[in-house]
Structures are given as C-alpha cells and as structure tokens.
C-alpha cells in the first residue's frame, strides 16, 4: 500500500509540473494579457475630443482612443508615468505626464516621448497643456513649456510660483494664473516672457478663466471690506486691465 501512494503522488507531482505552467488551451501563464475590464484598466484622468477622435489619458501611461466614443482602443505611450492631460493642433497630438515627460502622435495611435524629465537639472511636475493661438503651452508646478511643432520645446521658469494654470489665448495675447499664496493673473506677447497685471484689491482667487466674445473673464473670490469673501466676475479686453 506505501508503495501505490508513492507512486500515486510521483504521478500527481509529475502530471501538476507538466499542467500547471499552461492554460486549459496549451498557451504558456509565464505571459498575461489584460483581459477585464476592456480596453484597460487604468485610472483616467482626462478626455478629450480633438480632431474627430475622443482621446483619454491616464495613470500608468495609459491611451485610450474612439472615433465614436462607445468603442475604445488601447494605445501604448512608451511610458508608465501618469498622463494629466492631451491637446491637438498644428496636425499634432500631444500628451504630458504629471513628471515632465511630452509625448507625440500624427494620429493619436503611435505615440513618441519628445522630452523626459531626466533631460533637466531638475523634475517639472506639469498639469495642464493647451493648443492656443499658434503655440502649445505645457504648464504646471512654476513652469511653462512652449512648443509650436510639439518636438522642440522652450522651458520658462517661473520662480515664486508653485502651480500655473492652463494657457489660454484671445486678442494675440496669452494669458494663464499662477499661484503663489493668493493668484496672480499672468500675461504674455509670446507665452514666453510673463508679466504679473494689477488686479482689483478685493481679488484673491480664481476659480475659472476664460475667453469670450472678445474678453478675458474670471470667475473669482473676492475679499469685500468686511470679513465676507464673495465671488466675483472680473473682466478685460487686454489682460492687464481687469475690472470687478
């Protein structure tokens, strides 16, 4: 009887050492492919329709694309940092990662990393990325990159600021808000050189900027003569010039 139980669980062993290492179809477990939820399952982050295609982006270096939203491709970014945010002009795609990294595409499905952050002295944590008036504009923590083929780009340092928002454009002029304690409206001819405007006293915050029908507009906090904080539409037509 010892003897049939040994030579039970040699047969076991070696049946388990041939079986376990495949699937019920022969195919190898050393490898995996993702197979639910479809066509990833990384955490997105942003979605945009741009040029006819819905483009996500998110943790992992994730890309997801769909010509009709309902039908979604996974693409490969080449990288696993995470992606914060897409834009599209000048026949271009570009997507950035929360550490500096700039991707590329002709079509939003082959993507090539242009800028790493181990190209600087120092990590640019980026946030936003905007197509405005001729120029992609990459901003983030104290720092704005700019780009008009989304290949070469030009670093601006930004010093006393830790965040700035994104870049948008209207009567040849960019303008953007950094933070530092409070907000400070941001101005420039190029998206290059930055000049602060003088704001209204009551100012303190921003909570949305845009640009409509020919006017800059922020929605913001304002600081009234009381202890009352209240919001408050301010706007301009030259970016420097702001009224409550």
């Known amino acids: 009887m010892g003897k049939t139980k040994f030579v039970f669980f040699s047969v076991t062993f070696l049946v388990l050492t041939i079986v376990l290492p495949y699937s019920s ?41 769909s010509s009709d939203g309902v039908y979604w491709v996974a ?4 990288t696993n940092e995470p992606l914060c945010d897409v ?21 939003a499905e082959v993507w090539t990393i242009r800028k790493t952050a181990q190209k600087e002295p120092y990590t640019i944590y980026l946030l936003n990325v905007s197509y405005v008036n001729g120029v992609f504009a990459a901003t983030g923590y104290g720092a704005v990159y700019t780009s008009h083929d989304g290949i070469d780009w030009i670093l601006t340092k930004i010093e006393g600021y830790s965040s700035i928002g994104k870049v948008i454009s209207g009567n040849g002029i960019y303008v ?21 405007a003088p704001m209204p006293d009551t100012f303190q915050r921003v909570y949305a900027l845009s640009y ?15 202890s009352y904080w209240g919001e408050t539409l301010y706007t301009s037509f ?3 010039e702001w009224t409550a």
């Not at 693409?75 to 080449?78: A, E, L, T, V």
């Not at 271009?92 to 500096?100: C, E, M």
């Not at 409509?212 to 009381?226: E, R």
């Open 75 to 78: 693409r490969n970014s080449g």
């Open 176 to 196: 953007t808000v950094g933070s530092r304690g409070t907000d400070h409206v941001l101005v420039s001819s190029d998206a290059i050189k930055w000049t602060v």
């Open 212 to 226: 409509v029908n020919g006017t800059f507009m922020i929605w913001g906090q304002a600081a009234a003569v009381s």
């Open 87 to 107: 834009a599209y002009g000048n026949g271009i795609f570009v997507a950035i990662s929360r550490f500096g990294t700039i991707l590329t595409s002709p079509d």
């Open 238 to 240: 030259n970016g420097m």
């Open 25 to 65: 179809e022969g195919v190898s477990l050393d490898y995996w492919n993702w197979r639910n939820p479809l066509p990833q399952g990384s955490y997105l982050t942003k979605v945009e329709y741009l040029n006819g295609i819905f483009v996500a982006v998110g943790e992992n270096g994730a890309i997801v694309t």
